[in-house]
């Protein structure tokens, strides 16, 4: 557990230090345009570029934070399937065959864990919202019967957001895998 989270925490700090990488390159090149007196283009049209490097940063970490969920959770899964002696499965049994909301239901099922329940979950739920809608719909939010007679909305990529969704997937996944600890200690040796 010690070594798991060490490597949770290095990895949030790594997403962390990019983040800020980016931002301040992207800061550089903007100081810079702005900085230049000799051109006769329109100042939004060239701040296109560092806006455009800092959103594409962003969008990396959301689909970063998602893999990194999605890993953690089946983890989970296969840590509580080992404790409950569990480990005769078909293929398409794996976690990493199933879908997330599949991994979710069992883990409730043989653990009695809510993953919606634990903290930083609802923030997680968002960070998964955000990469779906950047992967399937470049970024546009979701469309349902409540917002469908409005003018579509596009996510906005900040920094700041994504420093945030950083550190809820840290506290989400350190608590779920103390719950799951947890339980493994009620089960007993194996």
């Known amino acids: 557990m010690i070594v798991r989270e060490m490597f949770l925490g ?19 090149i ?8 000799e051109t006769d283009l329109d100042l939004e049209i060239l701040l296109e570029y560092p806006i455009a490097l800092q959103e594409l940063g962003v969008r990396t970490v959301y ?3 998602t893999a990194i969920v999605e890993h953690q959770v089946q983890g989970v899964l296969t840590h509580l399937r080992k404790s409950l002696g569990d480990t005769d499965r078909r293929q398409e049994d794996h976690p990493t065959e199933m879908h997330f909301e599949d ?11 809510v993953l919606a329940q634990l903290p930083g979950a609802g923030r997680v739920a968002d960070v998964r ?3 779906i809608d950047l992967k399937h719909r470049k970024g546009l939010k979701k469309l349902t019967s409540a917002n469908l007679r409005e003018f579509p909305e596009f996510h906005r990529l900040e920094v700041r957001a ?9 506290e989400f996944t350190r608590s779920l895998w103390a719950e799951a600890h947890r339980f493994r200690s009620l089960c007993g040796p194996l």
Do not use: W
């Open 10 to 28: 290095q990895e949030m700090d790594q997403l962390h230090r990019y983040l800020n990488e980016v931002a301040t390159r992207a800061g550089s």
């Open 30 to 37: 903007a100081d810079a345009i702005k900085a230049e007196d």
């Open 63 to 65: 689909h970063e934070l």
């Open 103 to 113: 991994i979710q239901k069992e883990i409730g099922k043989v653990s009695a864990i």
């Open 129 to 131: 919202a955000v990469a």
């Open 162 to 170: 994504a420093h945030a969704a950083i550190d809820a997937v840290l």
